[in-house]
């Protein structure tokens, strides 16, 4: 009878099977996330009534940029919002990532880009990024179809975009300025160096720019956030990883885990080296999701709820010896501030191969949004950027369980024996070398903000070359995309100085008019404020 009801429960479960964080990202949502306080809803028809003047359209795109023979086209989403234009001349297009666009980011001005577009009379545009969302050049993600998942499709569809905006709304002389968080960020900064006759100039916020397969670096970034979070926070979390790595090594510790963190489904006598490195993965998926939003003004829980100081209490908790125990109070109080599945809340998914029967396929019925999006995301990973986010180098505190050959076996299972380890290495070199890298990254009018305590940026670009305004900076004590969500009273003190920056430098790109300025020359002409941006990062720093 028993057996029976837990069969019965398997297929529906299913759907919550996907971690709530994983790979970087939150289930479902952007890297950027979405979770603006302001605005809880996420269909178009809420977003429309709470800003009724933001316009939701269709733009027929191209299918394939870089085969003239292929003319097939379909319907990209994007969102117009004309409420602070002024000049007819000045756009401002947020680039949308890896999730759907809600609208948000277009239209909730206090959004500190749409704070300056209401200042400077910026139009405003938010352009879903293909395969995701409602955004399907074809509808189903088959290994096949996502050929046409690429970055660089991805940028010529931001071009071709801006090119036939400019028809269709007639702007005169128009001068265009990109932003971007995280991926979109690094779009964003790709953008102004492969397409820079098409705008002014371009913010790219938390860009990880580097693409590196075996990203170990993020969790050598978390670890220095909670070492300067609190003295006692790294040596419990590696106290708690050294004995959950050696009760890993045994039947009766692998039972014992099942009992700490309620294992879905427990480990068994079946149990393989990849169901334990899938564990480790989830272990550390909480970790990272506490860390990669602390204190950033998307929402109440960020400011002070799913923060390192928090992590930090609950991992340094005398009042409860055992570190294993506390690893579990956290990955239960991280779930109570994500709005997952409510068995989310006492149970630790526990199935490598349920996340691979879900977001495996390739029919999007079988994905639903969810899986769509870590679909996608996953695709982009393995077949060019890399970002795979391991543990098992640096003698890190979170141990060696989670290991290169872990994603490595994800590719291969989720999208065929086309994606093998030869394949993804030959894929992401081709893209480090086509971009770049952090090294080579080169371009002009962009701004590139890091924050200090983001795991990603370990792959941002910290080059400034001040003649062709090529600006990165370093925020001191934020996370991921810090820079572009609203205010709020208690947020790190280095951020006023910080969008004071890259505000200035916006005014700058559009303030360049080639009808009275000439042809754009070299950027000395900058050199004042340039001077003067450069004792503002200095002074912030
Ligand atoms: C855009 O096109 C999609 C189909 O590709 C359709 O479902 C949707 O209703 C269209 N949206 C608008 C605003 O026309
Ligand atoms: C935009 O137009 C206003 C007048 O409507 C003008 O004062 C302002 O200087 C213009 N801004 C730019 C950047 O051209
Ligand atoms: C967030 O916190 C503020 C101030 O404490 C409160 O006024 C607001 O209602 C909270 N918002 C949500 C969505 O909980
Ligand atoms: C500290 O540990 C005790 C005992 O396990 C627990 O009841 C309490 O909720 C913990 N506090 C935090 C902040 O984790
Ligand atoms: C970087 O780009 C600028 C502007 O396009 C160009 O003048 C410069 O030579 C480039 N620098 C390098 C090192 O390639
Ligand atoms: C960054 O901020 C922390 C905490 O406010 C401070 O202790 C540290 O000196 C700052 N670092 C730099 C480089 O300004
Ligand atoms: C300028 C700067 O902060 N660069 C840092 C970027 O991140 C890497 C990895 O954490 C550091 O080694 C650099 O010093």
């Given amino acids: 009878m028993l057996l029976a009801f837990l069969l019965l429960l398997v297929p529906l479960v299913v759907e919550s099977k996907l971690p709530p964080f994983f790979l970087g990202k939150i289930n479902g949502q952007t890297l950027l996330n979405h979770h603006l306080n302001q605005l809880t809803v996420t269909s178009n028809a809420g977003v429309l009534d709470q800003y009724p003047w933001l316009q939701v359209k269709n733009f027929t795109q191209k299918l394939d940029h870089f085969d003239p023979y292929n003319t097939k086209t379909w319907n990209q989403k994007y969102f117009y919002n004309p409420k602070f234009s002024r000049n007819n001349s000045i756009i401002f297009l947020m680039i949308g990532g890896e999730g759907p666009e809600n609208g948000k980011w277009a239209a909730n001005p206090d959004v500190q880009y749409l704070q300056w577009a209401a200042e ?319 090294d080579f990254y080169n371009a002009t009018n962009v701004v590139l903000p890091n924050g200090s305590l983001d795991p990603w940026h370990a792959l941002g670009t910290y080059k400034t070359v001040e003649s062709q305004a090529l600006l990165p900076y370093l925020i001191n004590g934020t996370a991921h995309c810090g820079d572009m969500y609203p205010s709020y009273d208690g947020e790190p003190n280095s951020l006023p100085a910080a969008r004071a920056f890259i505000k200035q430098h916006v005014r700058e790109f559009i303030r360049y008019d080639p009808n009275v300025d000439g042809p754009k020359t070299s950027a000395a002409s900058n050199s004042l404020f340039v001077v003067i941006s450069l004792i503002a990062y200095i002074l912030v720093q």
């Avoid at 007639?170 to 779009?187: A, D, E, I, M, Q």
């Avoid at 790219?204 to 003295?231: G, I, Q």
């Avoid at 899938?278 to 923060?307: A, P, V």
């Fill in 120 to 438: 400077f009379g910026a139009d405003v545009f938010d352009l879903e990024h293909r395969f995701f969302g409602d955004s399907w050049p074809i509808p189903d993600m088959t290994t096949n179809s996502l050929r046409y998942l690429t970055t660089q499709q991805a940028l010529a569809d931001l071009a071709y975009f801006i090119e036939s905006m400019n028809q269709l709304y007639g702007f005169k002389n128009p001068r265009w300025v990109t932003f971007g968080g995280s991926y979109p960020g690094s779009l964003s900064a790709w953008f102004r160096q492969k397409y820079p006759q098409l705008t002014v100039g371009s913010v790219a916020s938390s860009a990880p720019v580097n693409l590196k397969l075996d990203f170990y670096e993020y969790a050598m970034v978390v670890e220095d956030d909670l070492k300067l979070t609190d003295v006692n926070c790294a040596p419990a979390v590696k106290d708690a990883f050294t004995k959950i790595q050696k009760l890993s090594l045994t039947a009766e510790g692998r039972n014992q885990l099942n009992g700490y963190f309620n294992l879905q489904p427990p480990f068994d006598g079946k149990t393989t080296k990849l169901d334990i490195n899938n564990f480790f993965g989830n272990l550390f998926n909480t970790f990272q999701g506490m860390t990669q939003y602390t204190y950033d003004g998307q929402s109440n829980s960020t400011h002070s709820d799913k923060t390192v100081r928090k992590m930090c209490q609950i991992m340094t908790n005398t009042s409860e010896p055992d570190t294993v125990k506390r690893v579990e109070n956290l990955f239960l109080w991280f779930n109570v501030m994500e709005p997952a599945d409510p068995d989310h809340l006492t149970v630790m998914p526990n199935s490598y191969w349920d996340v691979i029967k879900q977001v495996g396929s390739g029919d999007l019925k079988v994905l639903g949004p969810d899986g769509a999006a870590a679909r996608g995301w996953m695709w982009l990973c393995c077949n060019e950027i890399g970002f795979l986010q391991t543990t098992n180098q640096g003698n890190n505190v979170f141990g060696s369980g989670v290991t290169l050959n872990l994603f490595i076996d994800m590719c291969t299972d989720m999208f065929g024996d086309t994606m093998k380890i030869k394949q993804i290495m030959a894929g992401n070199k081709k893209s480090q070398n086509y971009y770049g890298g952090a």
